[in-house]
């Protein structure tokens, strides 16, 4: 079975890496199951030993303390970015040092309980357990057992029973390396397949974007068109004042609508922000002096505390000015008339928080870990002439994450929700993931 480009569509070492941490985490559970095995064995023995038991008989002892220290070590690399070649060269040691150990007690136990099945369940443990190239592993696990047949036919057992483990040894390589060939190419498969989603998703996107690219010019100059048209004194009177201002609210509801895909997709396409140190205070006064008169439509109080002036942080202030426009425009799009949008904002010693609250219905519970997915529509529908496009949320998530902040979301009691941002003060902060350069991700 090659590994190449046409039977995996993504990068060979990134397919390669994404099956060796998967054979990590495998292993971790395994050794771990084993170290707790062994351990209630050791106790049970101890709290109720046999007549012939002796605690200084056996490698239990040396078996838990191996055990530990690979479980140590296959932890580091599961979750270190080490190169790929030496987490790879420890699964084959793991491998190795199974094969040896499941050879070493059967044949320890041969003169004394006969064939037993530790070889096989060794072999099936291993072959369920590993993820590597089948020929590697089978050429490993035909190599070890040319070993195996050769101590058994030179053991003192009888010839019936060293032909019974011939047999059995024999049927459990088989059956390891047909385990290990249907996993290794069922998770190919499953890679491939997500892959090919992925792959899809993406033409689908950028198809999307050229799309609403194209259909924005159009859009808008049908929108002026009807706007010049009403502006003329023939179309002041009804039925042509209504039909004009009813056609250019649809075609300036398509236009937001095509912008929030364009910004969506530039996001998405391209996270890298401009950075720069700004007064986070300045630009949320700034967002709620633009949110006045949506507010004031509305009939809603847009109330805030006193926001302090010393906010200073590294951030893309236009990408911030965005998030805070879609976030401000999300609480005022779901709030009833006369109810009030809270916001409110402080500092802690390693980040600065602003809140944003409304007395809407809230987000109901089934829909709010989808809130941030693109596209997500909630079945709460605007309390006025407001669209939702799905995107608002989505926009602001990602240029929250893509500057070091987070963006969260909690139920407001007794009604309502609250948007948290978290925004980190200093730039070298463990929030902080991105260097202070590149291009803003909402400039074109």
Not at 370 to 379: D, L, Q
């Amino acid at each position: 079975m090659s590994l190449n480009r046409a039977t995996v569509p993504i990068d060979h070492d990134t397919f390669l890496d994404e099956l060796n941490r998967i054979t990590l985490q495998r292993i971790c559970w395994f050794l771990a199951a084993i170290i707790l095995l062994v351990s209630i064995l050791f106790t049970v023995s101890l709290l109720f030993p046999p007549s012939n038991f002796q605690p200084a008989n056996g490698p239990w002892l040396v078996d838990t303390t191996i055990s530990l220290i690979l479980l140590g070590i296959s932890v580091w690399l599961w979750r270190s970015s080490i190169a790929l070649y030496w987490r790879s060269a420890f699964v084959y040691l793991f491998l190795l040092v199974q094969l040896a150990t499941g050879n070493y007690y059967f044949f320890a136990l041969l003169p004394v309980f006969g064939p037993t099945t530790v070889y096989v369940i060794t072999l099936l443990s291993i072959g369920v357990i590993l993820l590597i190239k089948p020929k590697t592993f089978c050429s490993t696990l035909l190599l070890s057992h040319t070993l195996y047949v050769i101590l058994v036919l030179r053991s003192d057992a009888p010839v019936n029973l060293k032909t019974v483990a011939l047999i059995d040894g024999s049927v459990g390589v088989g059956l390891s390396c047909l385990c290990q060939f249907l996993l290794f190419r069922g998770k190919m498969n499953d890679i491939n397949r997500r892959a090919l989603l992925k792959q899809n998703a993406d033409e689908m996107d950028a198809l999307m974007a050229i799309t609403a690219h194209d259909l924005r010019s159009p859009l808008q100059s049908l929108k002026n068109l009807y706007d010049a048209q009403g502006a003329k004194p023939e179309w002041q009177k009804d039925p042509y004042r209504t039909v004009q201002m009813q056609s250019s609210a649809l075609c300036g509801n398509m236009v937001l609508m095509i912008d929030g895909i364009l910004t969506a997709y530039k996001v998405e396409q391209n996270p890298e922000i401009n950075t720069a140190s700004a007064d986070l205070g300045g630009l949320l006064r700034e967002a709620i002096e633009r949110a006045q008169p949506h507010a004031t439509r509305k009939q809603v109080t847009l109330s805030r505390s006193q926001i302090p002036r010393d906010m200073i942080a590294t951030i893309d202030p236009t990408a911030f000015q965005h998030i805070l426009d879609n976030i401000i425009s999300n609480a005022l799009k779901y709030s009833p008339p006369n109810t009030t949008v809270e916001i409110s904002a402080w500092s802690t010693d390693h980040f600065y928080q602003i809140n944003i609250s409304d007395e809407g219905v809230g987000i109901p519970e089934e829909e709010r870990p989808r809130i941030y997915e693109k596209f997500h529509r909630g079945t709460n529908q605007p309390t006025g002439d407001e669209t939702s496009d799905g995107f608002g949320l989505f926009i602001a998530k990602t240029l929250m994450d893509s500057m070091g902040g987070e963006l969260h979301y909690e139920p407001r009691y007794p009604t309502g929700s609250t948007f948290i941002l978290y925004i980190p003060i200093q730039e070298d902060s463990a929030h902080f993931r991105y260097a202070s350069s590149g291009k803003s991700a909402l400039r074109a």
